[in-house]
């Protein structure tokens, strides 16, 4: 797969997780609408179309308003825009970062190595920022390459030579040049817009049931219930409300940790040395240095999580299940088996 390929794929990837959570943003609000106002119908604010084709109250035909699934729309949109236009600038924000000075030595081999890797990717030159932190990390964020930014922590400039620090940019590198960055910051907004919307459906059913508006409301909706049909349809409308969080979750945590094996695969083949980066993460996975500036809410972002030994340590299925990036020894295992392969070429 050519890297147009590889963008084509990200963007059709993109379009599908938006399209899945659209899906479920609508799953969520038509349920409450239809199941809310089914126990509390005297909760439905109502209007009706009059001959002129307007809205108006007190018609005899009233038409609840589907509040819900306006709402969950509303709120899901918001974010990804939101997200969109103002998520470099808060992850920025969030870490401390600051500008790369090329007086400073180490910060100026910096900048010379993104350029360099921006040229071999064929992109513009990221803005290069410097996170205020011993921890061994870096970055990648922006929704294009003509606003992206790569970020380092001060630990992992001290620690990596010139090599490794290349592997590291690379990598990166490829992150903006494949576009993982809009897809996986879309994605991290709409999972926080899932999570809120869910929570507000769940809460409304619980407390608007028990309110006892139903029977005095819906005297005949109280005795014949709402059916068998439609019990099972409820139940599994509140299952959906229950797990939407955690299998959008997992969905964006399986889309990162593939972004992460082929970012390494590209990267090397941008530097033609898959060791140097294998070499830098295999410094990165030995340095228990804890982060003070990257938070758990980047960690999608970063080229290993911030968390460190705390995730490495993790064994089994369910460890897996819920990692933002795939072992640090699998990785490191893939990109010698590259050299190797590349050796015998």
């Known amino acids: 797969m050519n890297i147009y390929e590889q963008q084509a794929g990200n963007k059709r990837m993109t379009d599908f997780i938006l399209a899945a959570f659209v899906a479920l943003f609508l799953a969520i ?19 009706s179309l009059n001959a002129s084709g307007y809205y108006e109250a007190g018609s005899h035909t009233p038409q609840p308003i589907p509040y819900g699934t306006i709402a969950a729309l509303f709120i899901g949109v918001g974010l990804a825009a939101n997200s969109m ?20 030595e180490k910060e100026k081999q910096l900048i010379n190595v993104v350029e360099e890797m921006a040229t071999a990717a064929g992109i513009a030159a990221p803005a290069v920022y410097v996170v205020p932190d011993p921890d061994l990390n870096a970055f990648a964020t922006g929704t294009n390459p003509s606003n992206s930014v790569i970020a380092v922590t001060e630990g992992l400039l001290g620690s990596l030579n010139r090599e490794e620090l290349q592997g590291v940019v690379a990598h990166e590198m490829s992150h903006i040049r494949n576009y ?43 005795k014949k219930g709402l059916g068998p049909l439609l019990i099972v349809f409820f139940v599994l409308w509140i299952a959906l409300v229950v797990l939407a969080p955690i299998l959008s979750r997992l969905l964006a945590m399986a ?13 090397a083949e941008l530097t033609r040395n898959p060791l140097s980066l294998a070499s830098a993460l295999e410094k990165i996975r030995v340095a228990v240095i804890p982060s003070y500036a990257i938070n758990n809410g980047v960690a999608h972002m970063c080229i290993t999580d911030p968390r460190g030994s705390l995730i490495e340590g993790k064994m ?25 392969q590349n050796s015998r070429v």
Do not use: Q, W
């Open 29 to 47: 609000g038509l349920g409450f609408d239809f199941f809310y106002l089914s126990f509390n119908p005297a909760a439905a604010p109502k209007c």
């Open 85 to 104: 236009v103002n998520g470099p600038g808060m992850v920025l924000r969030s870490t401390m970062a600051r500008r790369a000075v090329p007086a400073v």
């Open 180 to 222: 993982d960055m809009r897809l996986l910051t879309v994605t991290a907004a709409l999972i926080g817009a899932i999570g809120l919307i869910s929570d507000f459906a769940g809460r409304s059913m619980r407390y608007g049931r028990l309110s006892g508006d139903t029977a005095a409301a819906s005297p005949r909706r109280s």
């Open 255 to 267: 889309i990162s940790r593939e972004r992460e094996y082929l970012a390494d695969a590209s990267g």
């Open 316 to 340: 089994g299925f369910a460890a897996d299940l819920f990692a933002t990036h795939p072992p640090m020894e699998k990785r490191i295992l893939a990109l010698k088996v590259m050299a190797y």
